[in-house]
């Protein structure tokens, strides 16, 4: 089957300096990703992250993988809201959809997503590339 379209939610912290491990204990998840301040070239740019990507392929809506995403978050809504509290890190969200011409996802976020994100106090960010032939 061709692919048309591949989206990609991301579920991040970012911050100066917290501890990835103890973050990683708080959350009960494994992060897919992490990276410290050392791992950027330009330093003025450094800062830690911690993060959770889920990914889906040929979908046709950013709702079906970022709702998949929420369902795995929601009851850590405390403990979101703790960690950003704790240790001074903003939370967020990144949809990178990497599309065919004409073929692109419908992009809508449900009240559920919204309400999520404003209840952890998340941002929401697009990238979107018209890269795939």
């Excluded at 450094?46 to 970022?66: D, G, K, L, R």
Aim: hydrophobic fraction near 40%.
């Amino acid at each position: 089957m061709e692919i048309h379209s591949l989206i990609k939610i991301d579920f991040y912290f970012t911050g100066d300096q917290f501890d990835i491990a103890d973050i990683t204990n708080k959350m009960g998840i494994t992060p897919t990703g992490s990276r410290t301040r050392d791992s950027f070239p330009p330093s003025g740019l450094a800062h830690m992250e911690w993060s959770i990507q889920y990914t889906a392929e040929n979908c046709n809506a950013v709702s079906v993988p970022f709702e998949s995403l929420v369902c795995l978050l929601k009851d850590k809504k405390d403990t979101i809201n703790s960690i950003c509290t704790d240790y001074n890190v903003r939370s967020a969200f990144n949809v990178v959809i990497h599309m065919e011409e004409a073929y692109g996802p419908e992009i809508v976020l449900t009240k559920n997503i919204l309400s999520f994100a404003s209840a952890i106090n998340a941002e929401i960010c697009f990238d979107i590339y018209n890269d795939m032939k």
